[in-house]
């Protein structure tokens, strides 16, 4: 069966010519899938094409299995996908618009030690046509339009690469959501190789860098990743990124009481980032750890992270802290997915 939601243009306008209709029906259907409609509900498409449809294509959804609504507004969703594997997503009201942090992956082999996403590793990674239907899930869930995408959520997209890129080229096309680039952002847990390639797409995506420690000592302990991409090579990397796109990268920096969030870190911090990118506009987004059972990880107070924020900005880094969004619904990532697979019979 042909995934048609995760297709181009010109590759739907191929298939639906091997079917035998017009042309111009696959312009019809483009606009249909990308608005997350069902097949069914397609008024334009006739009958029999529908038929031919429903005998060699599959339009991929996702099922809400839970749902989450925090006091400040936001969601989380927990979704099932076709095959039983679950993921989730959140969805996040601003002042500029709404946006939906979304999952590359249903699960993640990277083994960050303070994230819930990775406690059962990796089962496997998203199509497409699985990232955007989280999306259209939840404006059909809160009939609101979403405006901005961070890939954000369980998984490494640089582990899936073509499926994440496939994802944003059909999520800024014009006939589909038409969502700018420059509201489109992406995180990595530090795939030197994955920025690298990821330079030469020309796509204007905001890349956030999941960095966390000043030395690869601290990184090493609570990042497997930097084994195989220390920090000197991941800022080598981020470096290229900046000097092929210009684009300004954000780091984030989840402070961990007693880890990575004295003042002598933050020193060290400023330090690494102005010795290794000079002329770079550098920003560090720090995150007050978010809990999990399975782990010992503590936040600091607010006047450690107070002092953290003064230290950088002091030494020219400029930081800030990360707004605390869904802290009453388990809205970090993996927590959901997480509790459900505990519940589930072995």
Known sequence: MNDILSMYPDELTAFVLELGEEKYRAKQLFYWLHRGVPLERMSNIPN??????????????????????????TVKYLFRCHDGEYIESVFMRHDYGNTVCVSSQAGCRMGCRFCASTLQGLSRSLAASEMLSQIYAAQEDTGERVTNVVIMGMGEPFDNYDNVI?????????????????????????????????????????LSVS????????????????????????????????????????FEYALIDGQNNSEKDAQTLAALLKSNLPGM??????????????????????????????ELERLGVNATVRRRLGADIDASCGQLRQRRIGEMPQ
């Open 48 to 73: 029999k094409m529908k038929e031919k449809l429903a005998g060699s294509a599959v339009i991929p959804s996702v099922t809400m299995e839970e749902k989450r609504v925090s006091s400040d507004g």
């Open 166 to 206: 496939r994802f944003i080229r059909l999520l800024n096309n014009e006939q589909g959501l038409n969502i700018g680039c420059r509201r489109i952002s992406l995180s990595t847990c530090g795939l030197a190789d994955g920025i690298r390639r990821f330079a030469n797409e020309g796509l204007p995506v905001t």
């Open 211 to 250: 960095l966390h420690a000043p030395t690869d000592e601290q990184r090493n302990a609570i990042m497997p990743v930097n084994r195989r991409y220390p920090i000197s090579v991941l800022l080598a990397a981020c470096r290229e990124y900046f000097e092929k796109t210009g684009r300004r990268i954000s």
């Open 281 to 310: 506009a550098v920003h560090v987004n720090l995150i007050p750890v978010n809990p999990i059972k399975e782990r010992d990880f503590r936040r600091g107070d607010k006047k450690m992270t107070e002092k953290f924020v003064s």
